[in-house]
């Protein structure tokens, strides 16, 4: 009896340790991930830096894509970034190839194709996984129901975006279809500049 007790505990034991990295970088369990602003990323460019250098500001999180119906909405984004960076606003643009292989560059290719056809100029970051068993740890932080209980569940296509609060909390998701520049997305961008 205690022999099989033993062997349960060691078990348990074991699967629980295998849950500490699942919210990745660095830390052991998601108490200490209170934000966004938590984690560390990679740059487009290379360089690693946290996204705790957009505190006080009010980020739009997007995972995006180069051959996607909905790609003519980096337009969009750039948009919205020129009308409202001064304010505070900022658009994190984080490309993945989750869906149908619509991503399929490197990072120089991403960044050149952004640039050369949208006139990107907000923060592009290094190609990831935002679903699946290599889902990066931000994205597995906004999709989780313990991180994020009103707008979790998993990523549906590309362009999904997320709507960050100054403190780093999570206000809003909006679907693939919704455009950028929309009512919605400007109404909530503004509601959020103004707020504390």
Known sequence: MSHKIYIFMAIFAVLVAGLGPVFGEGTTDQGHLQSVYDFAIETIEGDTITLAQFQGKVPLIVNVAS?????????????????YQHDGFAVLGFPANNFANQEPGNDTQIKE???????????????????GDDQHPLYRYLTNEETNPEYSGKIT????????????????????????????????????????
């Open 67 to 83: 051959k996607c119906g909905y790609t003519p909405q980096y337009e969009g984004l750039q948009k919205i970034y020129e009308e």
């Open 113 to 131: 194709f952004c640039t050369t056809n949208y006139g990107v100029t907000f923060p592009m970051f290094s190609k990831i996984s935002v679903k």
């Open 157 to 196: 296509w590309n362009f999904n975006k997320f709507l960050i609060g100054k403190n780093g909390e999570i206000l809003n998701r909006f679907k693939s279809s919704d455009k950028p520049e929309s009512n919605k997305i400007v109404a909530a961008i503004n509601a959020a500049l103004k707020s504390g």
